[in-house]
């Protein structure tokens, strides 16, 4: 079966998609949506099934539209995976939904199912998981050692519209200790210079490394001694609680109702219910080496099951039963993931768009004219966006 993702962002591409190649099907991933590419790509690629899924780019309004464009009246079976649920399904997640009209919504958030059945639309739980490929245990890398390492975001503008997020409790439990004592944690993520009123206490600049590709995450977690991961509701886990241990990280997390019903704590991994309890671990496991090695096998294994080839044979069964696509459709095959990107390559000559460049600045690049490069890409102006991807010439 051919699928077509309609995504570009590293969290996502290298995630689900890959757990559909491994189970056998073709996957494109379609890079920035354009509409004139986006057009070719579908006609191009034949798919059998559409997926968006997230909250990125590729989710602003000028894009949902030219999903709705593309996709709707294909007759193509589109699947939307909600994975800002429960937090963003009123502001975000149900106005895109209203706006594509996907025939099939996966939600990270169980009551959610529910909800968009009685919308009318047919539904069902996905959560998040691991692909070993992209997540996976390293030799420890000296610039990612660490006693205490947490690779996440900090998000003080959400604080300030729900300072009762039950996030910023996690944070408080886990890093709050360490900081207020200047017992030094290594902060990978954003807006950590911007913490000091939920933490209490401004974090040392030389604590932050600031941004960290999302390929690279699993680096700090096979080098840092103990990662703090942090959890947003007591009923769901992040996607990092299971990258962490698909990378073979010693995770320190809260004790939630759903990471007991996961994992064993003490055993895959380690919870903490207070920051007293947090420091008190802390000081246990950075101790007891022969016993975080341990619980970091056991934790790798364990998470085995929550792979995203295991998502995507899931995710199959559930739309064959509910008569998106048909048995024979779901029956593996040769497994491929590419790029669209790439395989116009083959044919064209391709440029990036870098900050600041505009058409005009690309044509004169080129040697090619400004009307040249819009009618080779089906542009309908001349607006074109970072990191969008435009046919120069012919090879």
Known sequence: MRILFLESDPMWIYGLPNGFSDAGHEVMISGPLMDGILSEMITSFKPDLIFTMGHTREHSLQKRLLIKKHVLDLGIPHIYWATEDPGYTHTFSLPLIETIQPDFIFTICPPR??????????????????????????????????????????????????????????????LSPFVLENLRID???????????????????????????????????????????????????????????????????????????????????????????????????????????????AGAEAVKKYSYIERAKYILEIITNAGLISKEMSAPGEGKWSYYVDNLRKNYEIHIVKPKETLTSISKKYGVSVKHIKKLNRLANEKIYIKDYLKIREK
């Open 187 to 297: 902060f990978w993520g954003r807006y950590w210079d911007s913490m000091d009123n939920i933490i209490g206490k401004k974090i040392p600049k030389e604590w932050i490394h600031g941004f960290l590709p999302y390929i690279d995450a699993n680096k700090v977690y096979s080098s840092a001694d103990i990662i703090l991961g942090v959890q947003n509701l007591d009923s769901q886990v992040t996607q990092r609680t299971y990258e962490i241990l698909g990378s073979s990280g010693f995770l320190l997390t809260n004790n939630t109702t759903k990471i007991q019903s996961l994992f064993t704590p003490g055993q895959d991994l380690v919870v903490t219910s207070s920051p007293e309890e947090t420091i008190k671990l802390v000081k246990h496991y950075l101790n007891h080496p022969e016993e975080r090695i341990e619980i970091q096998k």
């Open 113 to 174: 199912v529910d909800f968009y059945r009685e919308k009318g639309y047919k539904a069902a739980h996905l959560d998040f998981g691991y692909h070993p490929k992209v997540h996976f245990s390293t030799d420890s890398i000296s610039k990612y050692v660490a006693s205490l390492a947490i690779v996440a975001n900090g998000y003080p503008m959400l604080y300030k519209k729900s300072p009762r997020y039950f996030r910023f409790e996690s944070l408080r439990t886990l």
